[in-house]
């Protein structure tokens, strides 16, 4: 079974790069996490241009349609969605009855520095991947302080992410066994 990992942030550093590592760390076997990695790469969505999708689009569409489930990893940027995560989605969502993301099982998590854990930009993305038809969990998982926790990861945070991960595989198991 194979878990696509996006990071909403591309920085070198990126606390929520190193929560999708952490939560590698926590699948069960058999279970493989790949990262994407061109978010940085991907222009501005422009309408006029849908069908001319960049191969870095085409990209990461494929990697959604290959993907048992998905699991985001979301930073909070002025208590939203980053710019550059809701642009890639705004792609993806196009065109709607083609979107490789209509009923992929989809996990929502997230880091940040503050005190909130990136609360608001993963309800937010969740709004956004329900209206895209994703199958998205209700699990969530603020991780505040995300300088510290991540830095040394307690057996708290371990089990939140297991948790998430575990939910993430039992729906892709049963959208398998629907299928």
Do not use: C
């Amino acid at each position: 079974m194979t878990i696509l990992g996006i990071a909403g942030s591309f920085r070198a550093g990126s606390h929520n790069m190193q929560l999708l590592r952490l939560a590698a760390e926590e699948l069960p076997e058999g279970v493989d996490l790949f990262v994407f990695e061109g978010l940085a790469e991907i222009p501005a969505f422009d309408q006029d241009l849908e069908d001319l999708a960049p191969d870095v689009v085409d990209a990461l569409k494929a990697a959604i349609a290959e993907a048992d489930g998905i699991l985001v990893a979301t930073p909070e940027y002025n208590g939203s969605i980053p710019g550059a995560l809701k642009n890639a989605f705004d792609w993806v969502s196009r065109p709607i009855a083609e979107s490789p993301i209509r009923a992929k099982p989809v996990a929502v998590i997230g880091a940040s520095t503050s005190a909130f854990g990136a609360v608001w930009a993963q309800r937010e993305l969740k709004k956004v991947l329900g209206v895209m038809g994703a199958r998205v969990l209700d699990a969530e998982l603020p991780v505040a302080k995300a300088e510290r926790r991540l830095a040394e990861p307690d057996l708290e945070l371990r089990a939140g992410l297991a948790g998430v991960v575990d939910q993430l595989v039992a729906a892709a198991e049963m959208e398998r066994i629907a299928a």
